[in-house]
């Protein structure tokens, strides 16, 4: 029998060995070295150079660009901007598709992965609202400015910069400026309905500067009608007017305790038709949303429980009316992917470490939802979105170009 000494020397060898055949898989580095590199290229510095020696022009067509309406469904002023512009800048396959995208493709030299990308035409504002841009202080300031105005602008940018460039990329890149975002994403999805087969890579510009998303929230969208007997004002109660259960589920829902990584709103509400009589018919709406599908779950469970008792205790009945039912869009281990770490990569050669998050609520879900590789960020972080009051920072729009020119060479390798 081996003395106490020789024993404990074999177990830490055994030990030793044991820890050196066990198998893992180590994380992949990020292609730092491989993206400065690109952004050496001689056509791709060239096309970052041109973006600088074109900032006036940028600035010019921002303004431009803003001060067309397109209220979301009502966009083909600047659609027809766009397509011209695509045109003359020599793309291929420059046309509308029956939702009223506009689509056009700058062709690859072959073999790479087919890329999109995407930003939308369409604003929140009615097409009476005055949009006169101004700038004070390094910013541009007007309704729309930002949301999504800054990325259509910055994609029309890069394909200038590109072509002056010569700048080569093996996949195709295609371009899409998007309908109907701010409502019910019909333009995104008659787009991946006609084009998901043939899409390896997706980029939603849409929001977004320091970093980009790689997964989507879940979003519920549903209008709750309480319905009851009604009656005239003087009448006895009960009946009640339907306003008085909305108005006890509305405090409760707000009282709810939320999680950080879930959002619940009530944005819309209404009632009755004259002032003499209780309400039939009350209703709210409610936007709830999370970025993992249980939570998600759990709070729509909440929500309808709270609304029908609130709906029982006074002896009326409950209508859902749902708009839309989003699940939270991702795609698995997506976040190690080639794609999430090459856009890693590409953020970190033009600034501090990126913001890389699970949260996006744009295109990039759709897209993710239909199985499609997707990211989202934007260009110039911008302030006050969907208020008149919106403004952005100008001098990042040139930054965020030339990142999404490298972007665009690394993704269609």
Aim: glycine share 8%.
């Amino acid at each position: 029998m081996p003395a106490a000494g020789e024993m404990n020397r074999r177990v830490f060898l055994l030990i030793v060995f044991l820890a050196a055949c066990r198998t893992t898989t180590p994380t992949r580095e990020l292609p730092i070295a491989e993206v400065h590199a690109l952004t050496q290229r001689d056509d791709v510095a060239r096309a970052m150079q041109f973006v600088d020696s074109d900032r006036d022009a940028i600035i010019a067509q921002w303004r431009t660009m803003t001060e067309i309406p397109a209220p979301s469904g009502q966009e083909a002023a600047r659609a027809d901007v766009v397509e011209k512009l695509l045109r003359d800048y020599g793309l291929t396959d420059v046309h509308r598709d029956t939702a009223g995208n506009v689509i056009g493709v700058r062709k690859g030299s072959g073999g790479g992965h087919r890329v999109v990308f995407d930003a939308h035409l369409d604003t929140v504002f009615p097409a009476t609202t005055t949009l006169q841009t101004h700038i004070e202080n390094g910013r541009i300031y007007a309704p729309g400015v930002g949301d999504d105005t800054r990325n259509v602008v910055s994609l029309l940018a890069m394909i200038r910069a590109m072509n002056a460039a010569n700048v080569t990329t093996e996949g195709d890149i295609t371009f899409v400026f998007t309908v109907r975002e701010e409502t019910d994403f019909g333009g995104v999805d008659q787009f991946l309905a006609d084009h998901k087969n043939a899409i390896d890579r997706y980029v939603a510009l849409d929001g977004g500067y320091r970093g980009f998303t790689y997964a989507g929230i879940g979003t519920y969208w549903y209008r709750y009608h309480l319905l009851g007997p009604g009656g005239h004002t003087r009448s006895n109660n009960p009946p009640y007017s339907a306003t008085l259960p909305v108005a006890r589920a509305i405090d409760r829902l707000y009282k709810l305790k939320i999680p950080n990584n879930a959002w619940l709103n009530v944005g819309m509400l209404g009632a009755g038709d004259v002032y003499n009589a209780k309400a039939r018919d009350a209703w709210f709406s409610v936007d709830l949303r999370s970025s993992d599908e249980a939570t998600l779950k759990r709070l729509d469970a909440e929500v309808d429980r709270i609304v029908h008792e609130e709906a029982d205790r006074v002896g009326m009945t409950v209508n859902r009316e749902v708009t839309s039912q989003e699940e939270v869009a991702s795609i698995p281990s997506f976040r190690d992917s080639d794609m999430v770490r090459t856009a890693e990569a590409v953020w970190r050669e033009f600034g501090p470490e990126p913001y890389v998050t699970d949260t996006a609520s744009n295109h990039s879900s759709a897209a993710l939802r239909a199985g499609v590789p997707a990211i989202s960020s934007g260009v110039a972080p911008c302030t006050e979105s969907h208020s008149i009051t919106e403004s952005c920072e100008i001098e990042p729009i040139f930054v965020g170009t030339k990142r999404n020119i490298v972007l665009a060479a690394a993704l269609a390798r």
